[in-house]
């Protein structure tokens, strides 16, 4: 099963004969291709990769980030967008930081993730740390919390990523890293201000019905099954909803590199469906992962 390993000096190799054969290799949802591009080059020195949902947020994490981390952008002060010659991702690097936005939904994240991955590899990238920082709906959390997932699951509450592939059911393990869930929390209790928990996340498949809501177009279930549901999400402990999580966490197992996920949730799903907060305090909520990010990132560059 394996298709990508390290080698013991810590580099990322591609264990998939079929990309060392390629006399090029065309990354076409990013829109880089190793002919007219220096990977090494450009990408060597990347250890973090970050990924989130939206190409906005991304670009306001890259701009975050370089303030703190003291890299200006020569490009009119702007990040600039590697993934420019397409228009479904974007990526942008700050020091040995890789942005990628990975759009909503599992099939969309692991479209970018495969694309990433061969990036790193081709640039001999070592020693990486894979992040997804996102927004989430928290159970039984004031809305602002920061969760840190624990563990993950899928909409069938297994922490499993099942992936038909050639027409039969691949599950994949996907176990976040213990001991980086468990150092983040401790981090952002010593070094900042809001609330975070370490918990576990179900990633759903779906946004209405998929995470038991009420307000979709179409609801197959009575509010009374929803209840139940929810009496169960709560006996396993479970903290939030999103979209990505077991996908990513699978596939950084896969290539078995230390991977969080840290959301931050926009609504209490015990109180209500809709997110209703303003623009401005959503937007707020969304740069508490990139602080505890960025904390963990000062904290390594200086050890
Ligand atoms: C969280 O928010 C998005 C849906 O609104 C989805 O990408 C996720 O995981
Ligand atoms: N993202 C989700 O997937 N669910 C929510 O409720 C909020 C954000």
Same mark, same amino acid.
């Given at each position: 099963?394996?298709?990508?390993?390290?080698?013991?000096?810590?580099?990322?190799?591609?264990?998939?004969?079929?990309?060392?054969?390629?006399?090029?290799?065309?990354?076409?949802?990013?829109?880089?291709?190793?002919?007219?591009?220096?990977?090494?080059?450009?990408?060597?020195?990347?250890?973090?990769?970050?990924?989130?949902?939206?190409?906005?947020?991304?670009?306001?994490?890259?701009?975050?980030?370089?303030?703190?981390?003291?890299?200006?952008?020569?490009?009119?002060?702007?990040?600039?967008?590697?993934?420019?010659?397409?228009?479904?991702?974007?990526?942008?690097?700050?020091?040995?930081?890789?942005?990628?936005?990975?759009?909503?939904?599992?099939?969309?994240?692991?479209?970018?993730?495969?694309?990433?991955?061969?990036?790193?590899?081709?640039?001999?990238?070592?020693?990486?740390? +894979?992040?997804? %920082?996102?927004?989430? @709906?928290?159970? =039984?959390? /004031?809305?602002?919390? #920061?969760?840190?997932?624990?563990?993950?699951?899928?909409?069938?509450?297994?922490?499993?990523?099942?992936?038909?592939?050639?027409?039969?059911?691949?599950?994949?393990?996907?176990?976040?890293?213990?001991?980086?869930?468990?150092?983040?929390?401790?981090?952002?209790?010593?070094?900042?201000?809001?609330?975070?928990?370490?918990?576990?996340?179900?990633?759903?498949?779906?946004?209405?019905?998929?995470?038991?809501?009420?307000?979709?177009?179409?609801?197959?279930?009575?509010?009374?099954?929803?209840?139940?549901? +929810?009496?169960? %999400?709560?006996?396993? @402990?479970?903290? =939030?909803? /999103?979209?990505?999580? #077991?996908?990513?966490?699978?596939?950084?197992?896969?290539?078995?590199?230390?991977?969080?996920?840290?959301?931050?949730?926009?609504?209490?799903?015990?109180?209500?469906?809709?997110?209703?907060?303003?623009?401005?305090?959503?937007?707020?909520?969304?740069?508490?992962?990139?602080?505890?990010?960025?904390?963990?990132?000062?904290?390594?560059?200086?050890?």
């Amino acid at each position: 099963m394996d298709g990508i390993n390290n080698a013991s000096d810590g580099v990322m190799l591609l264990q998939n004969e079929n990309i060392s054969s390629l006399e090029v290799d065309h990354l076409y949802h990013i829109g880089l291709d190793t002919n007219s591009y220096d990977f090494p080059k450009e990408f060597g020195d990347v250890k973090f990769v970050c990924m989130g949902g939206s190409p906005s947020r991304m670009k306001s994490y890259a701009s975050y980030i370089a303030e703190k981390l003291n890299c200006p952008f020569t490009d009119d002060k702007m990040p600039h967008n590697y993934a420019c010659a397409s228009d479904r991702y974007v990526v942008y690097k700050v020091g040995p930081v890789l942005f990628a936005n990975h759009g909503i939904g599992i099939p969309s994240l692991s479209t970018v993730f495969h694309d990433i991955a061969k990036l790193l590899h081709h640039a001999g990238c070592k020693d990486i740390y +894979f992040f997804r %920082l996102g927004t989430s @709906g928290g159970l =039984n959390l /004031e809305p602002g919390t #920061v969760v840190i997932s624990k563990n993950v699951l899928n909409g069938m509450l297994s922490p499993t990523w099942e992936l038909p592939v050639l027409g039969k059911m691949v599950s994949q393990k996907a176990v976040p890293t213990k001991d980086l869930a468990l150092y983040l929390k401790n981090l952002a209790e010593k070094e900042l201000s809001f609330k975070t928990v370490l918990g576990t996340t179900v990633c759903a498949n779906d946004f209405f019905e998929g995470q038991g809501r009420l307000d979709g177009a179409f609801c197959s279930y009575t509010p009374d099954e929803r209840k139940d549901f +929810f009496e169960k %999400l709560k006996e396993l @402990g479970v903290t =939030n909803f /999103e979209m990505e999580s #077991v996908g990513f966490v699978a596939l950084c197992n896969r290539i078995n590199l230390p991977c969080a996920v840290i959301c931050v949730t926009l609504l209490d799903r015990y109180i209500s469906d809709q997110i209703t907060s303003d623009h401005e305090t959503l937007v707020s909520w969304q740069m508490k992962p990139i602080q505890l990010f960025t904390k963990f990132v000062l904290n390594h560059i200086n050890n």
